[in-house]
């Protein structure tokens, strides 16, 4: 199990995380941005780190940043919560590399099961049951009015 991790989202998201690792003596490291300095999740935290402007593209999602936070902060791995850079497959990835543990699916599995024509011949060779529609991509607006207008079988 993990002693520390950073939480890479904010508000609630990030209320409930830092909760469940409290819960599990796990210390944490909240990022906020400029704007969230003082929020209510930042208490339950054991360290936070200003990762930037207010603005997410400036903070949240820039990588980088994210990156720093969690090698100042010492941490294990990284929890995204949901949103932001959680399915982001490179990411995820930088996470690796940077032998940070990434909490949630594998680059690899982001890879494939992002992309939903992918995903869906996947599903299909594992005999799962898919819902109706298209066999694959739609090229056209043609093509996508008689998917929608058959029947389902």
């Given at each position: ?12 998201i ?15 490291v ?26 997410a ?47 949630g ?9 992002g ?19 298209s066999?694959?991509?739609i ?15």
């Amino acid at each position: 199990m993990f002693q520390r991790i950073l939480v890479a989202n904010r508000g609630e998201i990030a209320l409930r995380i830092l909760r469940a690792c409290r819960e599990m003596g796990i210390e944490t490291v909240a990022v906020c941005s400029e704007a969230d300095r003082g929020a209510d999740y930042l208490k339950l935290a054991s360290e936070s780190i200003c990762v930037g402007p207010a603005q997410a593209a400036g903070s949240y999602l820039l990588i980088k940043n994210i990156i720093s936070a969690a090698e100042i902060g010492n941490v294990q791995a990284i929890h995204p919560g949901y949103g932001f850079l959680s399915e982001n497959e490179h990411f995820a990835e930088v996470c690796r590399s940077c032998n940070i543990d990434f909490i949630g699916p594998s680059a690899e599995a982001m890879g494939k099961l992002g992309d939903k024509v992918t995903a869906k011949e996947i599903a299909r060779a594992a005999k799962v049951n898919l819902v109706p529609g298209s066999d694959g991509l739609i090229e056209s607006e043609e093509a996508a009015l008689a998917i929608a207008a058959k029947k389902p079988s």
